[in-house]
């Protein structure tokens, strides 16, 4: 063989190793977003399923025109859980977009209704009442955790996809870009 086929051959095979790191970064970037979503995911249902136990637990001890404020939150819970959203089907921006509103609105509905309890002295020895505030109060944290990784993930791939070389790769394997909630 000549000098020139071998050296074809070496640069050849180094872009070919170099394609292939990039490859495997991309896949392994989409990899750690997915399970960062996967855990904001589980964060986001714990929230959920410990709604009807506040609501059991403030139900007899409001007053009618305090009771709109659990209203509001179950209505909020409604319209979490009747949107699916999951690492195959995220790539649908309205989908995601209508995901994200629902869990704002259903922090901002327990946020304004826990700003009710506090005039309720009887709650605030409400054992049942302090557990589950407890609880929900972990979760908050546990969620704005998960959220502030799953957006840092996110923000890596689409870094690693939307830059030369990784674009070149996502382009041609079919990576794409992830939708990532604001800060």
Request: aromatic letters at 8%; charged letters at 25%.
């Amino acid at each position: 063989m000549s000098k020139f086929i071998t050296i074809i051959l070496a640069i050849l095979t180094l872009f070919i190793v170099f394609g292939l790191g990039v490859y495997t970064s991309i896949g392994s970037g989409e990899d750690d977003a997915n399970e960062k979503l996967a855990a904001l995911m589980t964060q986001y249902q714990q929230r959920v399923d410990l709604v009807p136990s506040l609501i059991d637990t403030l139900k007899d001890d409001f007053v009618d025109q305090e009771k709109i404020a659990l209203s509001n939150v179950v209505d909020a819970r409604s319209s979490v859980t009747s949107i699916q959203l999951s690492a195959q089907n995220l790539d649908d921006s309205a989908k995601f977009k209508q995901f994200s509103l629902a869990q704002i609105k259903l922090g901002e509905a327990l946020r304004r209704l826990l700003v009710l309890v506090e005039r309720y002295p009887q709650l605030k020895e409400n054992k049942d009442f302090l557990g589950v505030r407890t609880k929900l109060d972990d979760i908050g944290n546990k969620t704005s955790a998960a959220r502030k990784k799953y957006i840092e993930s996110v923000k890596d791939y689409n870094l690693m996809v939307s830059r030369f070389p990784g674009k070149t790769i996502a382009d041609f394997t079919g990576y794409q870009s992830k939708p990532n909630f604001p800060l």
